[in-house]
C-alpha cells in the first residue's frame, strides 16, 4: 500500500500518523517544503521517500510530486494532511488521481460555513439564523431581521481568524469600511458554553471512538481578547449532545476521517451547532484523545487505512485537559512551581508553534485526572496572574 502524506512534520506531533503507517508496512511518501535533513529522526526513520517542493501552494509542484511517486511506487491509495489548511488541496489531489476520500465535489460542505449549516439543518440540528453577506447594505437588512449582536467571519476560513462579534450599527459601518471587498457569514451570536463532538469514524463510516470537550472561552474571544484559555474532556457526554453529533455525522456521511464538530450548549440546555471540521482538532488534541482513555488513535486510524476497521475498546477513565500560557501575561506561579504541585497530573508540557499561540498560548499544559475538581483548581493555579 502506498500512502502520501502532506506536510508530515507539521504539526510536529502528526509524525505519529506516519510512524504507525509505516509498522503496518505501508510505503510513506512524504511532500512539504522543509529540507529532508530538517526533518525530525523520527519522522525520517518511517518515510519511505520524500518529495521537496519550493511551494506548497504551487499546485503543479505537487502534481508533479504526485506523479514521482505513482512511478516509482505505483497507485497512490491513501492521501492525507489532517490540516484544515490543506483540506481543499488534500481533495484536488484526491479527485485528480482517483484516490479515496473526500473529494473536490464534497469538500465545499465541509469547508464553507454556509454549506455545513445547510447539512446541520438536514440533520434536524439547531443553528443560528445567518446567510452569506457581501455588502453593507445586504448587512443593515439581516441585522433588521435578526438583531445585534452577531458574529461576521469568513464563509470559507480557518479557525478564529478574521472573525469578529459585532455588537451596534458603528461596528458593522466599521467591518466594511475597513473591508470594502469581504464577504462574510453574517449570523446570530448563540450565548452559551462550546463543547465538541470529536471522534474517528472506519472504511463503513461506523462510529469508531468519539469524545466531547468543553472550553473556557470561545475560540473568537480567545484570539480577538487575548485572553487565556483552557479546555477539557468529558467523562460523560450530554445525551442532547451526543444526540446532535450523530445526527450531524450521518449527514455528512464521511469514511476513514477524524472529526471535529463544534456546538453551543445555551442555558436553556439547547444544542445548537456551529460548524464542522474533517481533521482531528488541532493542538495537542490528539495527546488528549490518548492519555483520556489510554489508547492509541494514530495506531487506530491507520490501522483503517490498511483494513477498512479497526478494534478499539475504551473508557473515558479520565478527564484530559490542555492550559495554555501567554508570553505577555504575568502569571503568579512559575513553571516550577506549576511541575512541584500538579506533577503526578501532567502528561506534557512544551512550548507551542507560534502559528497556533494566539489561540494556544505559547507554553502548553497537558494533563490528566478522573476528578474534574482536580482540573479546575489546576486551570486556577496556573492562570492566576498578579
Sequence with gaps: MNAVFLSPHFPGNYYNF?????????????IADEK?????????????????????????QLVRAM??????????????????????????????????????????????KSLMKKKF??????????EVIRSLGDAQGLLEEIGYPVVAKPDNGVGAASTYKINNQDELIALFTNNPCAEYFIESF??????????????HGQLVFYTSHTYSNGIMETVNEDLD???????????????AGRAALEAFDIRSRFFHFEFFRTIEDKI???EVNMRPPGGFTMEMFNFANDID??????????????????????????????????????HKEIVEKFGKFIMLSEPVSLIFSSAMGNYGYVVRSPKLEDILEMAKFIHEKW
Design 229 to 243: 484559555t483552557y479546555y477539557y474532556s468529558l467523562r460523560e457526554i450530554p445525551e442532547k449532545l451526543e444526540q
Design 18 to 30: 506516519c510512524v504507525h503507517l509505516h509498522e503496518m508496512g505501508t510505503n510513506v511518501l512524504g
Design 67 to 112: 506523479g514521482y511517486f505513482t512511478h516509482k511506487y505505483g497507485k497512490i491509495d491513501c492521501f492525507e494532511s489532517h490540516t484544515e489548511y490543506w483540506l481543499e488541496t488534500d481533495a484536488k489531489i484526491r479527485t485528480d488521481f482517483n484516490i479515496a476520500g473526500i473529494k473536490n465535489d464534497d469538500i465545499n460542505k465541509m469547508k464553507h
Design 297 to 334: 488513535l494514530y495506531h487506530a486510524w491507520a490501522d483503517i487505512v490498511m483494513n477498512g476497521s479497526t478494534s478499539l475498546n475504551y473508557q473515558r477513565k479520565y478527564h484530559c485537559a490542555y492550559f495554555g500560557r501567554k508570553a505577555n501575561k504575568n502569571y503568579v506561579h512559575s
Design 272 to 274: 445548537v451547532a456551529l
Design 121 to 130: 439543518m438536514e440533520a434536524n440540528v439547531d443553528v443560528a439564523k445567518g
Design 190 to 203: 448563540i450565548q452559551g458554553k462550546m463543547y465538541t463532538f470529536d471522534g474517528l469514524v472506519d472504511g
Design 36 to 60: 529532508y535533513e530538517n526533518l525530525s529522526p523520527n519522522l525520517t526513520a518511517v518515510l519511505t521517500d520524500y518529495y521537496q517542493v519550493s511551494d506548497m501552494h504551487d499546485y503543479d
